[in-house]
């Protein structure tokens, strides 16, 4: 018997010494996160992504500076933002962060069993299949606003003709994806029904917890924060998009939880989101 | 009958996309009916005829061949014809009329074909490329000339066309407009590179020298050439605008461009470029406001990074690896603000002298000293702490070798180096 359990202590502390080496350093201090300017530049959907992933670190209480480059989105190494700068390794976008972190020992979601597990991941593709995508649409395929906003602030880093240049590049191959995804015959009207379709589901999952799966949040409601509150907060050239939004009260309720608890009382005090 | 040798070689005209310099050619006249010497008679040309005329136009044919009529005697007409070479191929006839020391002279001309195409390969420094071109001669018949080039390298890849047009009467002021796409990889920064530009220059001669005032465009895209590029050059990747005018003046007496026998080439070189700023103007748009704030972000401020010299390579500093000298990040060169270079060649015909007079004559052995070295300035220093950074741990190399000659496009050199002052970093 002394023996047996000799031997396991042995296995425990090989295992244990495995994952130590796989984390490799802990979480570093410079950690940080890049996106365009935030003022001038910067659109809704990448707004969004950012905040996903900013309040989804803050919710694993890992501290991270965001810096803003201009050419953010060409430092990517996926071509998206944003992406976190790790000691000497470069991540992008949300699903390959999430990853990134829980090889180094930190989840929102261990707690989950698979079937949750599953269900999140099913909410997180809605997200980003109805949101996001209605998101890019508005920006780059409605006329009224490509023509007041997204042209103008996709193209102030640069001068003239290359933000010109720049802005119909990428309008251009918006719209090709928009069309290989079958949105490109959609109206208006149809992709705000998809994002008050969307809004529904998420509501009626959520009820009336504080968070997605109960009482702990997890990457899905930083993601659902992300987005809502960024359609919340952004002014556009009209208020469609965000009256689909605010007709769920209890989405409205969520956003202001999240933004209490993990931007304000945080930012106030030991500012785990540090900004330079 | 009598023989021409050697002309005058044309002056080089066009682009530099690596515009071959034209071989001068040898010229034979064909004997005629009457066989005399003419060469140094006294001649006085009454008549000119051109038959085979196409599209070019008569107003520049006689700028160019207002000379002939000056002609004392038959060497001086058949060196004017020279210059009428750009437009059509003319062999001379003579005829003999009315005066008794009269000259009637007939060029029958073959106007160069309206498209023609070539191929070539080119070697450059440790790369080698093939080019196909396409030429249209003599476009609007003034002389203008319009060229396509397409090049495949072993590091770039590039197109681009070009309108040249020369001055009528005077070939060396001659202007062109380019357009062009380069796409080009180096592993020694780990970058990925795209450049269109659009670029406009003129030259003009001025008492021996001829200068050239060129402005250029360029968007220039870069990019990572892997997932382990370095920090450092992954930060400097996006798009960027430059726009650059410089000037050149040379002054070249040398009689062969590859390896010349005698003569000396002095070219000086000013460039001026701007990073073009977008403008300051406040843009009339509606922000973004979200609750909670964050202090002054960092902005990118675009200096003109992209845009960094480099040094190292076979035609530099030798026994340095390409642009592998400088500032470098986790093994990419990342280039610098200034630099200087410089080497000392002494050539001499091989030990012995084998095959002397022949193919021996290609050979050269090479003594060479180069030297250089490559920071970045800080502006708040002044120039005095620039030169001192440039003149403290200078890079440099001694050694000797064979240089080969090739056609007149290029040489092959095979050295021993010896590099010094090597620095912590370089390759």
């Known amino acids: 018997m002394w023996s047996g359990s000799w031997r396991v202590r042995f296995q425990e502390d090989k295992v244990s010494s495995f994952r130590k080496s796989k984390t490799a350093e802990p979480w570093p201090e410079n950690a940080t996160l890049y996106q365009q300017l935030k003022g001038e530049q910067i659109l809704l959907s990448d707004n969004a992504a950012s905040l996903a992933v900013q309040a989804f670190l803050q919710m694993c209480n890992l501290p991270v500076k965001v810096v803003c480059r201009a050419n953010a989105e060409y ?74 906003i997204t042209h103008a602030r996709y193209g102030s880093p640069y001068p003239w003709p290359l933000n010109h240049i720049l802005a119909y590049q990428k309008q251009w191959e918006v719209k090709r994806k928009m069309k290989a995804i079958g949105w490109g ?18 509501s009626q999952r959520l009820g009336t917890q504080p968070y997605f799966f109960n009482k702990q949040p997890t990457e899905l409601d930083a993601l659902v924060f992300g987005h809502l509150y960024t359609i919340l907060t952004t002014q556009l050239t009209n208020d469609e998009l965000s009256e689909k939004v605010k007709n769920y009260s209890n989405l409205l309720a969520f956003c202001r939880r999240i933004e209490q608890h993990y931007f304000e009382d945080r930012g106030k005090g030991s500012s785990s989101i540090r900004s330079s | ?40 008679k006294d001649v006085v040309v009454q008549h000119v005829h051109f038959d085979g005329l196409g599209r070019t136009k008569d107003d520049i044919i006689i700028c ?94 590039s197109y681009g066309l070009s309108f040249f047009k020369p001055r009528p009467g005077n070939f060396e002021r001659n202007f062109s407009v380019n357009v062009y796409k380069v796409t080009g990889q180096f592993p020694w920064s780990s970058l990925r590179e795209t450049d269109r530009g659009v670029s406009a220059e003129y030259s003009f001669p001025v008492w021996k020298t001829s200068h050239t005032v060129k402005w250029d465009g360029v968007w220039r ?47 000086v070189n000013q460039l001026d470029a701007q990073p073009t700023e977008p403008p300051k103007r406040p843009l009339k748009i509606l ?25 190292g390579g076979p035609t530099s500093v030798r026994g340095f690896s390409m642009h592998s000298v400088g500032p470098q990040s986790e093994g990419d060169y990342l280039g610098g603000e200034a630099y200087w270079a410089g080497g000392l060649h002494l050539y001499t015909p091989l030990p012995f002298r084998p095959g002397q007079g022949g193919f021996g004559e290609l050979f050269r052995t090479h003594f060479f000293l180069n030297a250089g070295n490559l920071c970045n300035l800080n ?32 040489r092959l050199e095979l050295n021993y180096c010896v590099p010094m002052g090597v620095q912590p970093g370089d390759r």
């Open chain 1, 185 to 202: 015959n959609k109206t208006l009207d149809q992709v705000l029904e998809d994002v008050d379709q969307c809004c529904q589901a998420l």
């Open chain 2, 221 to 267: 895209e870069l990019g990572c050439l892997s997932r382990a590029t370095s920090f450092a050059v992954r930060k400097e990747s996006g798009h960027s605008l430059k726009s650059s005018l410089s000037h050149a003046m040379v002054i070249d007496s040398r009689n062969s461009s590859i390896l010349p026998r005698r003569g000396a080439l002095l070219k």
């Open chain 2, 287 to 311: 922000v973004l406001s979200n609750v909670y704030t964050q202090r002054g972000a960092q902005t990118y401020n675009p200096k003109i990074k992209g845009w960094m010299f480099y040094l």
């Open chain 2, 64 to 157: 160019e061949i207002g000379d002939v009529f000056k002609a004392k005697n038959l060497i001086e007409a058949i060196e004017a014809h020279v210059l009428a070479a750009a437009l059509f191929n003319a062999p001379l006839l003579l005829g003999e009329d009315a005066l008794p020391n009269g000259l009637d002279v007939t060029f029958e001309v073959t106007e160069l074909r309206r498209l023609t195409g070539s191929y070539n390969t080119m070697v450059g420094n440790n790369e080698g490329s093939m080019v196909l071109g396409l030429k249209l001669p003599n476009l609007l018949g003034r002389a203008e000339k319009v060229t396509f080039q397409f090049s495949y390298g072993t590091k770039e890849t």
């Open chain 1, 75 to 148: 430092m990517s190494p996926s071509g998206k933002v944003p992406f976190i700068h790790v000691g000497n390794q470069v991540v992008s976008e949300l699903g390959p962060i999430v990853q990134f972190v829980k090889a180094k020992g930190h989840s929102l979601s261990d707690g989950l069993d698979e079937v949750q597990k599953a269900e999140m991941k099913a909410y997180m593709e809605l997200v980003n299949n109805m949101l996001l995508t209605a998101e890019l649409y508005l920006q780059w395929c409605d006329e009224a606003t490509v023509g007041e």
């Open chain 2, 1 to 40: 009958y009598s023989t021409v040798h050697s002309l005058e070689p044309l002056p080089a005209n066009g682009p530099d996309f690596g515009a071959l310099g034209e071989e001068a050619e040898f010229v034979e006249v064909e004997p005629e009916a009457k066989q005399e010497i003419l060469e140094n």
């Open chain 2, 379 to 410: 502006y708040g220093e002044g120039p005095q702490a620039h030169i001192r950074k440039l003149a403290e741990c200078i890079r440099w190399s001694y050694g000797a070798g064979i240089v080969l000659r090739l056609g007149n496009i290029a």
